[in-house]
């Protein structure tokens, strides 16, 4: 007996429903459109953005004013009718900031959700896993955090751009600034990930550089709650600088525990990268004070756009803006630009337009480099002090890309 | 090595000491690993916060253990009592649970920022001890932890309260029996344990910060101590405590990046070694 006939049922028919069945599949694959979309995106086709940001750990204070910044740049837009008529939506999706969790919540935001554009990634390591993925995805990151050089070099990816200094461009900051400390020898306490060492690579080149010497560089893991044995062996290092790289928790519970030990006070200078920030001013105190520390953005900033979005953002928030939600603001105004230039969603549209993306912005002109896809933008050095009961920036220093990042890393192959 | 090097390591034990004998406490007489121990360190720790602003240092180190008493009896009474016929995978379970509520509900309270607890005016700064400062802080976490290891031992020894909590958690049934009130001893240990775990939050709370994943990044190194320690035994957690402490802050000095592995290594070694634990099946 024929197996389609076993139930007694007419080949015709069996075949009739198979063909029945094969077209619906087929119309259903068409209307999702597959991932990402596909199509030149028409005219008010919304503009989706799936933002990734961790919901705990060390970076949960970031991820939440990246959304807050994020939410802001698309009400704002919203409110004046949209990107060339076309709404903002933002969608976030919390993770374990985990790459594996990064990459899956990335892939169901594309696929599910619609999503054609992804930010609010917070580390290098989330990052460099979702790089790979984007071309299949048919989406765009926007990254405006992670800041590992290969990111931008051998990881470099035709689907993502960076907004946010890379380490080179911010170490390139300190550099130039380190021939006017006093410390010659220095020692280095950095995170044991990949911006830590990347960071700690370009400080000790820096040191060379102006003449100096590192003595000792060490690592810890993240995180760290005990920073205590690495605490007595800075002590014990002969240096006469300090250079300083943790984040978020980290950072807080490394000064807490050296000003425990009165560790800050056996160095001349002390350099901090991804320490301090304004957030964390009232948390830190008189802790920090004296410190020199890398400076992304500074709400004091001289421009037009810069002053219109720190008033905007103090009457709505009753503060001043920070690097985090500066840098998360800048990139959705680079997204909303290379939108409106591209006349299109699409991301393959969007990345053409956003490789000669060339605009007035909060920190001034900035260019994005088409050879690697970094943006152009200047870096800062400031030192911290404490005057009239708070925390402050002292003596800003701009340093142009110019001149903390003059070409390209070769090992970028777009 | 160096004096400071090896202070550290006490002083991370003597943390670990004090928050392990709660959890062995509660587990030798229940027969249950709490996992929700991580999170009621971190209520200890948050509700010093919230007190040092009134009642000062001293007084946020008294009302944070009062405050995880009430929530251990309140745990034994909603959780532990009600499902005691339960298997004990089904109740590490709900107390699994519970960990994460009890995270969530402090974080909509308190927010996600790391919060700033200043120790005491008389603490700050260092001491010197042979020849080299070691911050005052850290040295009184270390005599707190060498008081409440006295304390303890001397209470389960010599009492008649330790004697019948002893008793039970080396046999239940016939600890009621000979008359032994396992309802109000329990209530008991759960209190205690709650408020060490209080005292544990409420001195870490300068040392490490007070951060929304502290309870979770403690449990895992407590649950290893309880295991190592010899499950159930208090003096076994005790010990545990202070080798893992100084073995972790030390290899911390010579080789961090394999330092993680430490508890690991320590658990299975230990296990393989001695499956019931360094103090076997001791209470003390």
């Not at chain 1, 599910?112 to 990052?127: K, L, N, Y």
């Not at chain 1, 920073?227 to 290092?237: E, P, V």
């Not at chain 1, 605009?359 to 911290?384: K, N, T």
């Not at chain 2, 979770?216 to 545990?240: E, R």
Request: aromatic residues 8%; glycine residues 12%.
């Amino acid at each position: 007996m024929n197996r389609f006939t076993r139930d007694g049922s007419s080949p015709r028919r069996v075949r009739r429903c198979i063909a029945l069945l094969a077209v619906t599949a087929m119309a259903t694959l068409a209307a999702c459109g597959g991932a990402g979309g596909s199509g030149s995106g028409s005219g008010d086709e919304p503009i989706k953005i799936a933002l990734i940001p961790p919901s705990g750990g060390v970076f949960a204070i970031y991820g939440r004013d990246t959304i807050k910044a994020w939410e802001f740049a698309a009400d704002e837009v919203n409110a004046a009718g949209g990107v060339d008529g076309r709404k903002v939506e933002i969608t976030a999706v919390e993770t374990d900031g985990t790459p594996a969790a990064t990459v899956r919540a990335a892939r169901r935001a594309v696929t599910q959700d619609g999503a054609r554009f992804i930010g609010g990634i917070i580390t290098s390591p989330e990052v460099a896993a979702l790089q790979p993925q984007l071309p299949s995805m048919n989406a765009l990151l926007l990254n405006s955090s992670a800041v590992d050089d290969p990111l931008t070099g051998e990881q470099c990816n035709a689907n993502a751009f960076r907004f946010v200094q890379n380490t080179r461009m911010a170490i390139g900051g300190v550099a130039s600034s380190l021939k006017d400390l006093p410390a010659k020898k220095w020692a280095i306490m950095a995170v044991d990930y990949s911006a830590g060492r990347t960071s700690a690579k370009a400080f000790t080149k820096a040191v060379e550089a102006s003449g100096g010497e590192v003595v000792m560089t060490q690592f810890a893991p993240q995180p760290t709650a005990d920073f205590g044995s690495f605490i007595t062996k800075l002590q014990g290092s002969g240096a006469d600088g300090l250079y300083v790289h943790e984040n978020g928790v980290d950072a807080q519970a490394f000064v807490n525990q050296g000003t425990q030990f009165n560790l800050f006070d056996s160095f001349k200078s002390i350099v901090s990268f991804k320490v301090i920030n304004e957030p964390l001013f009232e948390t830190f105190g008189q802790k920090v004070d004296g410190f020199n520390a890398d400076l992304g953005y500074a709400h004091q900033l001289d421009n037009p756009e810069n002053a219109a979005f720190v008033k905007a953002w103090k009457d709505e928030f009753g503060s001043d803006p920070y690097h985090v939600e500066a840098d998360n603001y800048l990139t959705a105004q680079a997204l909303f630009k290379a939108v409106e230039d591209a006349g299109s969603v699409e991301p393959k549209d969007v990345a053409a337009t956003m490789e000669k993306l060339s605009m007035d912005s909060i920190v001034g002109p900035i260019e994005m480099r088409g050879a690697d896809h970094q943006l152009q933008r200047s870096s800062y050095f400031a030192g911290v002090k404490f005057a009239d009961g708070q925390l402050g920036w002292d003596d800003i220093t701009e340093i142009p890309a110019s001149q903390t990042t003059p070409t390209a890393d070769p090992a970028c192959k777009l | 090595m160096s004096i400071a090097n090896l202070l550290n390591g006490v002083a991370f034990g003597a943390l670990l000491l004090i928050l392990s004998s709660g959890l062995a406490l509660i587990y030798g007489l229940r027969g249950v690993i709490n996992f929700s121990h991580g999170a009621l360190y971190m209520l200890g720790a948050y509700v010093a916060y919230q007190s040092v602003g009134a009642l000062g240092f001293w007084g946020a180190l008294v009302v944070a253990p009062l405050v995880v008493a009430v929530a251990g009896v309140a745990l034994e009474l909603g959780v532990f009592r009600p499902l005691e016929h339960r298997s004990h995978v089904e109740v590490g379970l709900v107390t699994f649970g519970l960990a994460m509520i009890i995270e969530r509900v402090i974080v909509l309270i308190w927010g996600e920022d790391t919060l700033p607890v200043e120790g005491p005016g008389g603490l700050a700064g260092t001491v010197s001890v042979f020849g080299s400062g070691y911050p005052a802080y850290r040295l009184f976490i270390i005599a707190t932890a060498a008081v409440m290891a006295v304390g303890l031992f001397v209470w389960l020894q010599r009492s008649r309260t330790g004697l019948h909590i002893r008793a039970t958690s080396q046999d239940p049934e016939m600890a009621e029996i000979l008359g032994v009130n396992v309802s109000r001893l329990s209530l008991l240990v759960m209190a205690v344990g709650g408020a060490l775990a209080g005292v544990a939050g409420a001195l870490a709370a300068p040392y490490f910060s007070v951060q929304p994943s502290m309870g979770q990044a403690i449990l895992i190194p407590v649950l290893i101590v309880v295991v190592v320690g010899g499950v159930g035994s208090v003096g076994g957690a005790m010990t545990a405590a202070l080798v893992l402490g100084i073995g972790q802050t030390l290899g911390n000095v010579w080789a961090p990046s394999v330092t993680v592995l430490l508890p690991y290594v320590l658990v299975i070694g230990v296990l393989l070694w001695r499956p019931t634990g360094i103090a076997g099946k001791r209470v003390v």
